[in-house]
């Protein structure tokens, strides 16, 4: 920066201040929440913190006048924020605005109107930009860091001071989202339930009446909740109302929810065209969809293998391993369909010899008992309809439908 | 009751008379008066003392007891109890403790001033209160509470201030009974409570040393099996201990032998609590106005305070009555011919005998030491319950010897702690002197006392260190050099002992010139010892069989022992007379008898001899570290200090450290803490650090939570392999904490024990408990936990499993190495099967790292996760028969839900019927593939059953051959309750377990 004169600080601080009051005064939430949004870095208020390095005594200021001093709670706190932002120290800038935003509430609370809610969510989002920034300058210094934390602890403060009733209520759903990214950051995600249930169950408010970039992201994350609980169908409801909603044209969104949408798609039995994963850039999800495709059980446990961590780390490899039993549906099903064109009067014997020859041609190595088990699974899952005959060692397909497709519905469990 | 009433009444006078008799008595043979109540108070605080230390709590119990002053210690020796004695005693034992330390402070300043009646009452008060606290408030919580609230609440440590308390209603009716203490004896067997009183009477009228065996006897007739076994743990205790009581401090060893005795004693009496109670319920109430007076006056205050703490005792006691056998028969057990118990014994011995210096004059005056004495009571009592702690093993053993010692020790220690005072002192005097003379050449040194009480730390951590007798005379020589070098120098006053490097061992044959002064006294010390060894044995020992034998040695001990105990405690009360200036008159003997005694320090180096002793007795037991031992004497430090905190003390401490000077200001907390760091003599560094944090806190805020627990790091010393878990309510005691060297000897103990999961759990929670508090984190710990875990596995406890492998995980992650693999197999396995939690598990996973995944377990688990994920049930039977390490039986726990899945499975899928014998192969019933043997003839009928009780409907084939109809099943299956299911859910916690796990 820049030498900065005193006078210029001095001038930069009162226009802040000024800005504050008149904003508050004339309820203007536009030009209010530019005075919170530090960590996207505006001009303004990056040349007031200068100036604030340079003019200590602003706190004198908030206090000459009447005019200021009655924010001095939410002001003083927040000057020493953006100067300790300036200065790269995010512990201390986080703490700062955390008392803000703390004072602010109280104001928010007081006000009959909601008109400030997009400012105080520009206060919740800076809080957690703020928290997650503080925990990385902390772990690097090799403290625990426990701001984010903090942070959501503090959010599910805001929280309580929106859910309750009125036109405050529409910003209960943002503190909602940014509660959920907090808990999917700290993979405290249970904490989540009290959340949802209180969006889900206070119906005051329709859900649709709610911002769409905050039904959006709710979807997404309750979607995402559901994956974990192996609710295939929800997951499915929730994530396809997530995509269809999402703004088109962010696409990192889009591969974020199918990301995990095309899971659970599989699961149900629905596979994706080859050029939306190409699309998405999810061609980890390639060599699955093909594998379902062709019974190909081999490739599938090696796409799996190749992609185990990514898997593991987004939460889908359990979901995706379980679709193994798909692929020896599909592989008894070809089974199926080359006997019949060979002999369809035997076609629906299918022998646990021909399916433990198959395997090993897939270089699976499995012998009769356990192949046997696969067959007796399928069966109890509905995945095949027949039955097995112990004594003969053949799988008896249904003369209907002997391989039922899932069309949606998750396999039996 | 009538008795004690009176003797509340006029505790001043009365309780002078009587313990000017009693202490007379216990020089002559007059003294039998005064022993056998102080006897009896001094068991009921030996008991006390004991009972905590059976429960585990021990080392707490005295810090507690500190802390609370003599209620808390109650509870504090069982958790319950000091929820007890709030409850009992919120009146008794609030009231107490204030009054108590009101008698300290009173005590410290004005021990002195009282003169007569605080020579009387200072040595009331310090017999007392060490008395008190165990029998005095015992008697006075039975008394006030009536002790059935009491006895619920601390039924285990009360159990040994029951018997305390009974003791003491007992002594009193026995001053009656006094005249007839052959009938007494003779009843002590018969009875055990009433027995013990009078037994212990009987013998003391006669002799002291037949008091002693009496005691002994009567705690073990009392104690019946108990205490049989107790005393032959005595007998040996003292044997092997004897040498180290008589250098060190005689006395006290023999105190806390008696202490033992008492406690055993107490252990069946609680039976006769009940009739205790009610004597007691007439005296406390006198004992409470006195003790009351006590607190204001001194005298009075503390004996209230002493009464409501013998009603929590009582309480106590009745329940201890169970508790205190099982304890007794436990420690009988362990305690036998463990080398290391005798170690262990010694710290006890010599944690008894300081607690029992300040309890001595407890017992001479157990009714007036009741009630003022609380605050020395709880001080002393806080000391015998260490002692105890540390003796828990033997304590059995050595209640009964301690009930016995502890009068005499009480009466030393009440006139050292008291200091003086002059009852005491006259009591023992003549003892006592030739104790002194021919005891502890260190004691002698320190008697002397006028030294400063850095120095005694420093003697008394330099005895400490001793191993036997002989190290201990050379120690004494060298020390005696060392001061008399000092002295000359004229920096005896000034030199900062506490800084003092411990000069090195001497060799022990150097001690063997002094050893022959120690003789006298090591014949009593053995039986301290061997009290101490028996009460190892009994708490740890599981060795039932061993008590009849160790009667019998026991006995014979005794008698020879006890000869040497009294002495010992005459010894020691002498000098506690002579340094209780109040006791004045009778101090007059004393004073005569004790050339230290004639100023309060004399008391100090009593005291501070006894805490070496006990140090000693630790040290030799444990062979502890110096910095063990130097924790000891801090720790042994702020004991005598809190027992000192008579007036003399004060004044030095006045003119001591400004450590000291707040200790002064909040005295009754520095008290207490003190106290409860006397009682820990052992306690050392944390001891101190406690008292530290205490006396900041006193200063500022007293906030239990800004202590730094950092600071009060234990450095155990108990030799004790053998050690029951019970969970800490209080800062451990370091004599109840084994060192890490024991613990290995204990892991392996466990390891090669072919005793049942219940108890091996139990062992191994106390030591993991004692690895907590001593901040051992190391491949010793990691083995401890991976043994554990080891352990609940094979019986399925994941409870206690999950807490090792979480413990596991941090140390692995701190990098110490174990066999992280097989537990990381278990950790994937337990998530897997048993929590049923997809987050869980793909945390697991995606934390496995490659090398993990290559380890035989990890894929084993992995392949184990993938079989139950898919239902693939052959795959798991097949993992299940192939398992490396114990994951077997963690798929065991599971087996029953996966042969239930995939019966299911089977009669969807197969038609129309499954051969029984393909079941049973595939689900894991018959141990070979496929081949017809007689096993296979089992696991089909295995097989068979299995099926049938869950409800699927089997048909013979036209062989004869079992098979499974599926269509006809596939409607009827069903899980069956579990036969063996326990409402609460754990079969493991069957009531018959519990009991057959007590004498564990």
């Known amino acids: ?413 | 009751m009538a008795n004690q009433g009176s003797n509340t009444e006029t505790l001043a006078p009365p309780v002078v008379p009587r313990s000017l008799e009693n202490q007379h008595l216990d020089g002559s043979q007059e003294q039998p008066y005064s022993y056998t109540p102080s006897t009896t108070g001094s068991q009921a605080v030996s008991w006390t003392a004991h009972s905590s230390t059976e429960n585990g709590v021990y080392s707490n119990p005295p810090y507690q007891y500190d802390q609370h002053t003599q209620p808390p210690p109650r509870s504090f020796q069982d958790g319950q109890n000091t929820s007890s004695v709030a409850g009992n005693s919120s009146n008794l034992g609030t009231a107490n403790v204030p009054q108590d330390y009101n008698a300290y402070t009173s005590y410290p300043s004005s021990s002195n001033p009282y003169g007569y009646g605080s020579a009387g009452y200072s040595g009331y008060y310090n017999s007392y209160q060490q008395q008190p606290n165990h029998t005095y408030s015992q008697p006075v919580g039975a008394y006030q509470n009536t002790g059935a609230p009491y006895q619920p609440l601390s039924s285990f440590q009360n159990t040994g201030s029951y018997a305390a308390s009974a003791s003491y209603s007992s002594t009193y009716y026995n001053a009656g009974d006094y005249q007839t203490p052959g009938d007494y004896q003779n009843s002590n067997y018969g009875n055990q409570t009433t027995l013990w009183n009078n037994g212990t009477y009987s013998s003391y009228p006669s002799n002291p040393y037949a008091n002693y065996t009496v005691d002994s006897t009567s705690a073990y007739s009392s104690g019946t099996s108990g205490t049989g076994a107790t005393s032959m743990e005595y007998q040996q205790h003292y044997k092997q201990w004897a040498d180290y009581y008589r250098q060190t401090e005689v006395s006290c060893a023999p105190g806390t032998e008696n202490l033992s005795v008492t406690s055993s004693s107490t252990c069946p009496i609680p039976p006769v609590t009940s009739g205790y109670t009610t004597p007691n319920s007439e005296p406390q109430p006198a004992y409470a106005p006195f003790w009351r007076p006590d607190s204001s006056s001194s005298t009075i205050p503390s004996m209230q305070p002493g009464a409501i703490t013998g009603v929590v005792h009582d309480g106590y006691w009745k329940h201890g009555g169970q508790s205190s056998q099982i304890h007794h028969t436990n420690p009988i057990q362990p305690n036998y011919q463990n080398p290391l118990d005798l170690p262990c014994s010694y710290d006890r011995f010599q944690d008894q005998q300081k607690t029992l210096p300040s309890h001595g004059p407890n017992l001479q005056y157990p009714p007036a030491h009741q009630v003022t004495p609380p605050p020395l009571q709880s001080t002393p009592s806080l000391d015998m319950r260490r002692v105890s702690k540390m003796q828990i093993p033997t304590n059995p053993r050595i209640a009964s010897n301690l009930t016995f010692g502890l009068p005499k020790t009480n009466r030393d220690s009440s006139t050292t702690s008291v200091s003086p005072k002059p009852a005491y002192i006259s009591v023992s005097l003549p003892k006592p002197t030739e104790k002194v003379s021919s005891n502890d050449a260190a004691s002698s040194i320190i008697k002397p006392g006028m030294f400063p009480k850095s120095l005694r730390g420093y003697v008394e951590k330099a005895l400490a260190r001793c191993k036997d007798d002989k190290q201990m005379a050379a120690c004494q020589a060298v020390m005696k050099e060392m001061i008399t070098k000092a002295t000359a120098d004229g920096t005896l006053y000034t030199q900062n002992w506490d800084m003092e490097p411990l000069f090195p061992m001497p060799d022990s044959d150097m001690v063997n010139k002094d050893s022959s002064q120690c003789s006298t006294h090591d014949s009593s010390l053995p039986k301290y010892k061997r009290s101490p060894s028996r009460r190892a044995r009994s708490r740890w020992e599981p060795l039932p069989d061993e008590k009849p034998v160790d009667k019998p040695v026991l006995t014979s001990d005794d008698t020879m022992k006890s000869s040497g105990w009294v002495q010992n405690e005459d010894r020691k009360v002498v000098g506690e007379k002579e340094e209780s200036k109040e006791d004045g008159s009778r101090n007059t003997k004393f004073s005569s008898l004790l050339q230290r005694t004639s100023s309060k320090t004399p008391q100090r180096t009593f005291k501070k001899q006894r805490l070496a002793d006990a140090l000693v007795a630790s040290e030799n037991g444990d062979a502890s570290s110096d910095s063990d031992k130097e924790a000891n004497l801090t720790a042994y430090y702020p004991s005598a200090m809190a027992f000192v905190d008579s007036p003399e003390e004060r004044k030095r401490r006045e003119n001591r450290s400004k450590r000291f000077e707040l200790r002064q200001g909040h005295r009754a907390e520095n008290n207490h803490f003190r106290q409860n760091a006397g009682a820990g003599n052992l306690y050392s560094r944390r001891a101190s650090a406690m008292v530290l944090s205490k006396n900041i806190e006193d200063g500022s805020d007293r906030a239990v939570e800004d202590i730094d627990w950092d600071a009060l790091r234990v450095k155990g010393t108990c030799q004790e392999i053998e050690k029951r878990y019970l969970r800490l309510t209080s800062a451990p005691d370091p004599a109840t904490v084994r060192p890490e060297e024991v613990l290995e000897k204990a892991l392996l103990m466990v390891q090669n024990s072919q005793k049942n999961y219940l108890y091996k759990c139990d062992q191994l929670k106390s030591i993991r408990q004692d690895l907590t508090v001593q901040h051992i984190r190391n491949q010793l710990t990691v083995k401890v936990y991976e043994t554990h875990a080891r352990l609940a596995i094979e019986v399925g406890d994941l409870p206690e499993y999950n807490q090792c492998q979480s413990q596991l995980i941090t140390l692995y992650t701190e990098g110490i190495e174990g066999s992280h693999m097989e537990f990381a197999a278990y950790n994937l396995l337990c998530v897997i099967l048993h929590s049923n939690n997809n987050r869980d598990l793909l945390l697991s996973m995606s934390r496995l790292s490659d090398e993990a995944k290559k380890d035989e377990a990890v894929k084993h688990a992995l392949a184990v996760r993938a079989a139950v994920t898919s239902g693939n049930y052959v795959a798991f039977f097949r993992l299940y028969k192939a398992a490396p390490n114990l994951n077997t039986c963690l798929m065991d726990l599971y087996v029953e839900k996966m042969r239930y899945k995939a019966v299911n499975c089977m009669c969807r899928s197969y038609r129309p019927t499954v051969p029984v014998s393909y079941v049973s192969q595939v689900l894991g019933f018959s141990t070979t593939n496929r081949s017809s043997n007689e096993k296979d003839a089992d696991a089909l009928e295995e097989c068979a059953e299995w099926l049938k009780s869950h409800g699927a409907h089997l048909i013979a084939d036209n062989n004869g051959d079992m098979l499974l109809d599926t269509k006809a099943s596939s409607s009827t299956l069903y899980i069956p309750e579990q036969e063996d299911a326990v409402a609460h859910g754990d079969a493991n916690l069957a009531v018959n377990d519990f009991l057959a796990r007590a004498p564990l």
């Not at chain 1, 009162?14 to 004339?26: G, K, P, Q, Y």
């Not at chain 1, 759903?173 to 249970?190: A, E, P, S």
């Open chain 1, 1 to 413: 920066m820049a030498y900065m004169s005193m006078g210029e600080a001095h001038r930069r601080i009162t226009e802040f201040l000024n800005r504050f009051s008149d904003a508050v005064f004339s309820q203007d939430v536009a030009s209010l929440k530019s005075l919170f949004a530090l960590s996207s870095n505006p001009p303004f208020l990056l040349s007031v913190a200068d100036a604030l390095n340079i003019f200590q005594d602003a706190n004198r200021l908030i206090k000459q006048s009447d005019k200021y001093s009655q924010f001095g709670e939410i002001l003083v706190p927040l000057f020493r924020s953006l100067q300790n932002y300036k200065q790269g120290s995010l512990v201390e800038a986080y703490q700062a605005f955390e008392k803000t935003a703390n004072a602010f509430i109280q104001e928010f609370r007081n006000w009959e109107s909601a008109w400030a809610l997009e400012a105080l969510c520009v206060i919740v989002y800076e809080i957690r930009i703020l928290a997650e920034r503080a925990d990385r300058e902390l772990s690097s210094s090799g403290k625990s860091p426990e701001k984010l934390k903090g942070a959501g602890s503090f959010l599910m403060k805001v929280f309580g001071a929106l859910a309750g009733k009125g036109s405050k209520r529409m910003g209960a759903l943002y503190v909602t989202c940014q509660l959920f990214k907090i808990y999917f950051k700290l993979g405290t995600v249970h904490l989540c339930r009290s959340v949802i249930r209180s969006i889900e169950t206070a119906r005051i408010f329709d859900f649709e009446e709610f911002p769409k970039r905050d039904k959006v992201t709710y979807m997404y994350y309750t979607g995402r909740l559901e994956v974990f609980n192996e609710n295939f169908p929800a997951a499915d409801t929730k994530l396809s109302y997530a995509l269809k909603h999402c703004n088109p044209k962010s696409e990192a969104n889009i591969r974020m929810i199918l990301k995990y949408l095309i899971p659970v798609k599989l699961s149900i039995g629905i596979l994706p065209k080859d050029w939306l994963l190409e699309r998405y850039n999810l061609l980890e999800y390639n060599n699955v969809v093909q594998a379902l495709r062709r019974g190909d059980l081999r490739l599938l446990r090696s796409a799996l293998q190749d992609h185990e961590d990514r898997f593991l780390r987004s939460g889908v490899y359990l979901v995706l391993e379980k679709l193994e039993l798909q692929a020896y549906q599909r592989l008894v099903k070809k089974i199926y369909i080359i006997q019949k064109q060979k002999d369809p009067s035997k076609a629906h014997q299918v022998k646990l010899e021909v399916i433990v020859k198959a395997l090993k041609w897939l270089e699976i190595d499995m012998d009769v008992d356990e192949v046997e088990c696969i067959m007796a699974i399928l069966i109890y899952k509905n995945l095949v309809k027949g039955y097995f005959a112990h004594k003969s060692k053949v799988v008896v397909l249904s003369k209907q439908d002997p391989f039922p497709k899932l069309n949606g519905k998750p396999v039996n469990s």
